[in-house]
C-alpha cells in the first residue's frame, strides 16, 4: 500500500498469457491514487491500474512487489503529477508528445493552444467538468494539436461550446460520453478532422 490503508490478494500471473492488474483497493487519506510502480518512490517501472500485461520473463514462482503511488496532483505525465488536467496539457510544448493519465474526475475548463503537438488524455473512467464554469472560451479549445480525449466523461453545462477543433489538427474521440446542457454545440469543427466513437447527449 505504500503508506495507505487497505489489503489486496497477491495475483498469480503465468508466462507469457496476458492479463490485467488487479484494480486498486488501497486508499491514503488526501491523496489520489497514481498507478504502481516497482519502486517505492517511483523511480521504477510503472503500471496503470488494471493494465494488461504479458510477462514474459520466466521467473518460475519469484515475486515481483508493485508499490501504490499517491500524489495530491490528479494528472500525470510519466512520472510527474500535476495539480490539474490543465497544468499537464499545458507542460506539453509544441512539437512533442505526451500522454496524460487522469486519477479523479476534474471540475475546470481547458483551454489548448499549442501549436504541433500529440496529446493524449486518458481518463480511466473518470468525469471532466465545467459545472459553474461560464468562461469566455469552450471546455477544451484546441489549435492545432492532435488530441485524443479516451475512456471517461465530459460533462458541460457551461455558456460557451465543449469542444472547438479550431484550425487544423485531428481530435480522436474514443469511448467518451459527452453530456451537454448549456447554450452552446457539444463539438465545433472548423478545419481540422474529428473521428468519434463515442457517444453525445
Known amino acids: 500500500s505504500n503508506g495507505g490503508t487497505g489489503s489486496m ?3 498469480t500471473v503465468r ?3 496476458t492479463t490485467n492488474l488487479t484494480e486498486n483497493t488501497f486508499v491514503l487519506e ?6 504502481w510502480n516497482t519502486e ?3 523511480s521504477g517501472t510503472y503500471y496503470n491500474d488494471e493494465q494488461e500485461i504479458t510477462q514474459t520473463e520466466y521467473l518460475d514462482g519469484n515475486e515481483i512487489n508493485l508499490y501504490a503511488q499517491w500524489s495530491q496532483g490528479i494528472a500525470r505525465i510519466g ?6 488536467l490543465k497544468d499537464a496539457i499545458q507542460s506539453v510544448t509544441s512539437g512533442n508528445t505526451a500522454t496524460i493519465y487522469l486519477f479523479a474526475n476534474t471540475n475546470e475548463t481547458e483551454i489548448i493552444t499549442k501549436s504541433n503537438a500529440t496529446i493524449i488524455v486518458d481518463l480511466q473512467g473518470h468525469t471532466f467538468s465545467n459545472y459553474g464554469n461560464n468562461d469566455s472560451k469552450a471546455m477544451i479549445e484546441k489549435n492545432m494539436a492532435n488530441l485524443t480525449l479516451k475512456n471517461g466523461s465530459l460533462v458541460n453545462n457551461g455558456v460557451q461550446g465543449t469542444l472547438n ?3 487544423g489538427g485531428t481530435l480522436n474521440l474514443e469511448n467518451i460520453n459527452i453530456s ?3 447554450k452552446r454545440q457539444a463539438i465545433y469543427n472548423d478545419g481540422g478532422t474529428v473521428n468519434m466513437a463515442s457517444s453525445v447527449t
Open 9 to 11: 490478494q497477491e495475483m
Open 15 to 17: 508466462y507469457n498469457e
Open 30 to 35: 488526501n491523496y489520489n491514487f497514481g498507478g
Open 40 to 42: 517505492s518512490d517511483g
Open 79 to 84: 512520472s510527474t503529477y500535476y495539480q490539474t
Open 165 to 167: 477543433n479550431n484550425t
Open 180 to 182: 451537454v446542457s448549456g
